[in-house]
């Protein structure tokens, strides 16, 4: 070991990463489940030292922060860039540091990278950041580069689709690079900024589990590499060539979690990033809202008598929210014209949107409105005064009858912000849901940049309006999104069979009062089935709830049971604002299982949904987690009113409620009542 070898180490709750530098580019040592304070750094490093053998060159090169072409490395560099079209290949050494930060130059080629770490709640939020004293052309710049987990043997990453967000893949570490990128210029459906490395034998509740999330909204790119020495480096960064030339470029915060609690306690340390660290709430003391949407109730048919009376029922079920959609603007019809007009539409609205604000507030909701502004039809006032205001070649494929307009120009941005302040000025709207509903023509950086900044000056102009974030459904979710808006549209799909899915795994990144979820019309306009009303609210009821339906479509029993569990809803939520989403283990693959626990560990629910028929016959008892194992808890089943009576038996919970410890109900668990396909069980739990 070098006699000149600097240790840093820095710390988070469950997780320590210690740095290394011999006079170079500091290199992660080791990233892992905390150290005991103190651990003898230098003997860690003794410990660590590598091998050589024969079919090598002499020296294994680092694994730096930064892994740089030119002291050999075999993988792919953090670094790629060219100055008038020769690569460059710098060699950096360290010259700055305060233990988190550390200020690296290349002298000759006039380099500076500056790598940050930041603790936020549970997380490590790492950047890195490069000048260049002249002009250079970036292909790519990673966030800090770590090392994979050598006891791992899979990447947990995800892929999607419109109404079908969130799907987890799962692939092998092997020999070369795992690549996963996201070129259509918003973090994507296809593949979310999120990746898990789980150590063998991992499950949701136990084992050892790494995740990354990086936080960034437009396209991106994740490698996990396994080199020949058998090392194994990921790196996340911006997608490649996605930057224009210039002297100063920064990764987006790259934020670690490390568990000893399996999937839950990385994804409980990201839920808990997002909601206390990232969202910034406009209204933090008021609670949040049931929403009502009214998009699947009239699509693009306003009409004040109609919706007045939706207003009225929907009020009456419980909502607190009133959203007018697509359709109040131009001589928007349907989505072939008009996106860039944002001026009400007289015909539809002759007084304009205040006699609708008025019946919305007197009915004691406030009111929303859908706006799209970084779109265009080309069926458009603005697009026709403004062609160059559009990003992309003229003969480029549309996407829903759509063009983008370019947020990198100052010019485009200072007009949407008029257009919005406008409208924010001379209504009273407490919500905006923004949407985003075509992929960029080409990846972008400098569009993302340009929304950042467009809603950051809204944000300061409007502190108290909340803003949605939709694209398609979830196809722009990530915490640099969420650091400028409140709320999140994970899908398009309101069947509830879908969502208790897709919510389920999103829970691997999302906390509760961010993610919207709403009770459909009784056959769904996405997937066409036809699913029970108990269903459909209890599933929209495990998130930030709202209906989107039209409420006229209700017999009385509906209306009864919507009533009953958006009043559930509304009397839990000041806990469940505030718990860890916690997703089981289930022994039955038919079942998916949560349990959203209390800040305090005092009370938690438990929604287990049966997504289809089991192989066997009786259910199979849940396991719960989490909890103390010497505390008595009291179990109760929220809703036994929706027993069937094929379900024959004795189970305990059917008679009232049941006493047990948190030692039986982690080892043993519960036996549920026997359910039909496309059902949930719902049970509270209180610490006595």
């Not at 580019?25 to 005991?36: C, I, K, Q």
């Not at 460059?88 to 002298?107: I, M, Q, V």
């Not at 790598?115 to 970036?138: H, M, P, W, Y």
């Not at 722009?476 to 994970?490: E, F, K, M, N, P």
């Amino acid at each position: 070991m070098s006699a000149g070898l600097q240790l840093w180490r820095i710390d988070a709750p469950g997780q320590t990463l210690v740095l290394s530098s011999d006079g170079g580019l500091p290199g992660g040592l080791y990233w892992g489940p905390s150290l005991h304070p103190e651990t003898d750094l230098t003997a860690l490093a003794r410990a660590c030292e590598q091998e050589v053998t024969g079919g090598m060159i002499d020296r294994l090169p680092p694994l730096s922060l930064c892994p740089e072409a030119a002291l050999s490395f075999e993988g792919q560099p953090g670094l790629i860039a060219y100055r008038d079209g020769v690569p460059l290949y710098p060699r950096f050494r360290l010259e700055e540091t305060n233990g988190h930060r550390f200020t690296c130059r290349d002298r000759k080629l006039d380099l500076t990278l500056i790598i940050d770490f930041e603790v936020r709640g549970e997380t490590i939020a790492a950047s890195t950041s490069l000048t260049a004293e002249q002009e250079i052309t970036l292909h790519h710049l990673a966030a800090p580069v770590l090392p994979g987990p050598q006891m791992g043997q899979e990447i947990v990453d995800f892929s999607g689709r419109w109404i079908g967000e969130f799907q987890m893949e799962r692939a092998p570490w092997r020999a070369g690079i795992h690549k996963r990128e996201a070129r259509s210029g918003r973090s994507g459906h296809e593949h979310p900024p999120l990746a898990y490395f789980p150590e063998a034998g991992a499950t949701n509740t136990q084992g050892t589990v790494f995740a990354m999330h990086y936080g960034w909204s437009g396209g991106h790119v994740m490698i996990a590499e396994e080199l020949p020495s058998g090392r194994r480096q990921i790196q996340w960064g911006h997608a490649s060539g996605a930057r224009p030339a210039g002297t100063r470029f920064r990764s987006a915060p790259l934020y670690l979690a490390v568990s000893q609690r399996g999937f839950n306690g990385c994804a409980t340390a990201f839920q808990r990033l997002l909601r206390d660290h990232v969202v910034v709430w406009p209204k933090p003391d008021i609670p949040r809202p049931v929403h009502y949407n009214c998009w699947e109730a009239v699509y693009f048919k306003h009409d004040f008598g109609v919706l007045s009376e939706i207003a009225e029922r929907a009020a009456k079920l419980g909502a607190e929210r009133f959203v007018l959609d697509d359709g109040w603007f131009g001589k928007r019809d349907d989505d072939t014209s008009s996106l860039g007009d944002w001026d009400i539409d007289r015909r539809k609205w002759p007084e304009g949107l205040t006699p609708l604000i008025d019946h919305v507030e007197r009915l004691g909701m406030t009111f929303g409105l859908w706006v799209e502004p970084e779109m265009v039809n080309l069926d458009s006032d603005l697009a026709r005064a403004h062609p160059d205001w559009i990003l992309g070649p003229i003969d480029q494929i549309e996407g829903r009858q759509q063009r983008v307009l370019d947020l990198s120009r100052g010019d485009v941005r200072d007009h949407l912000f008029e257009t919005l302040s406008t409208i924010l000025s001379t209504n009273r709207i407490d919500y905006l849901k923004w949407d985003h509903n075509r992929l960029l023509p080409v990846a972008d950086a400098a569009q993302s940049e340009g929304i950042y900044t467009l809603l950051r000056d809204l944000r300061t102009a409007f502190p108290e309006v909340e803003i949605e974030s939709c694209a398609s459904g979830g196809g722009r979710i990530d915490a640099g999104i969420l650091s400028l808006t409140q709320r999140v549209w994970l899908s398009d799909s309101n069947d509830a069979l879908e969502r208790l899915r897709i919510q389920h795994d999103a829970a691997l990144f999302l906390p509760l009062p961010v993610t919207g979820s709403h009770v459909g019309p009784r056959r769904c306009h996405t997937s066409g089935r036809m699913i029970d009303i108990h269903m459909r609210a209890w599933v929209a009821a495990q998130r930030h709830m709202g209906f989107e339906m039209d409420p006229r479509e209700l017999t009385e029993v509906e209306a009864d049971v919507l009533t009953r569990v958006t009043a559930w809803w509304k009397d839990n939520r000041h806990w469940r604002m505030g718990a860890d989403i916690l997703r089981l283990d289930s022994a039955d693959d038919s079942v998916i299982a949560e349990q959203q626990q209390a800040a305090d560990g005092s009370r938690f629910v438990v929604f287990a949904g049966k997504a289809r028929t089991s192989h066997q016959i009786m259910p199979r008892p849940l396991r719960l987690t989490d909890l103390d194992p010497f505390a008595l808890y009291r179990i109760d089943l929220v809703n036994r009113d929706e027993l069937h009576h094929l379900s024959r038996g004795r189970t305990a919970l059917k008679d009232g409620a049941l006493t047990l410890s948190g030692q039986i109900l982690m080892q043993q668990g519960l036996t549920l009542p026997w359910q039909f396909p496309e059902t949930i069980w719902v049970i509270e739990g209180e610490k006595l």
